[in-house]
Nanobody, 117 residues
Framework: QVQLEESGGGLVQVGGSLNLTCAGS????????LTWYRQRPGSEREMVAQ???????KYADDVKGRFTISRDLVKNTMDLQMNNLQPEDTGAYYC???????????WGQGTQVTVSS
């Protein structure tokens, strides 16, 4: 059973930066797709950034140029560097894994990001 744990959330002022980390249990494969989702208050969960073996990296339009996703296959971690944070970036951020072998999905518990103006 894959386990994912997010960390790095917090309270930051507009224009500030945060780095989120998703730590995964051993066994995460290069073929697995890792995604950061955000859930704003009162809204559905939405994709923020994704890193996939064949498809590469993609970002939501509103974070392009500000957020950077990366992964470390040795440490089984995925990071989301968030710069120039805006109030609309406020929300719970979740780590998601889609297994390239089984097609199973796994979610972390989430970490809260709050951007104050």
């Amino acid at each position: 059973q894959v386990q994912l744990e997010e960390s790095g959330g917090g309270l930051v002022q507009v224009g500030g930066s945060l780095n989120l980390t998703c730590a995964g249990s051993p066994g995460i494969l290069k073929s697995d797709t890792l995604t950061w989702y955000r859930q704003r208050p009162g809204s559905e969960r939405e994709m923020v950034a994704q890193i996939a073996y064949l498809q590469g990296i993609k970002y939501a339009d509103d974070v392009k140029g500000r957020f950077t996703i990366s992964r470390d296959l040795v440490k089984n971690t995925m990071d989301l560097q968030m710069n120039n944070l805006q109030p609309e970036d406020t929300g719970a951020y979740y780590c998601h894994l889609l297994s390239g072998l089984s097609g199973k999905e796994h979610w972390g518990q989430g970490t809260q990001v709050t951007v104050s103006s």
